[in-house]
């Protein structure tokens, strides 16, 4: 079940998770995950990339934005 997220001033993040032997000239794929909750509830921490990036050899990237009375209203 996705937790429920109640949004604050401080919400524009991005959580980047890489493998730990990532070096200046890797050149590996990027993973972009914006988070579903229509705009009015969701985390960007609800989901870990750090297994993703470690066993599948990429970059993730996840995307917290603001929600409800701090951003997009409905």
Not at 55 to 63: C, D, G, L, M
Request: positive net charge; aromatic residues 12%; contains cysteine.
């Amino acid at each position: 079940a996705m937790r429920q997220h109640f949004p604050g001033r401080d919400c524009l993040y991005l959580n980047i998770y890489t493998p730990a032997d990532l070096t200046k000239k890797s050149r590996l794929p990027v993973m972009v995950w914006i988070h579903g909750g229509g705009l009015r509830m969701g985390a960007a921490s609800t989901y870990d990339g750090l297994a993703l990036a470690a066993h599948e050899n990429v970059v993730v990237v996840t995307i917290q934005y603001r929600l409800g009375i701090w951003g997009f209203f409905r």
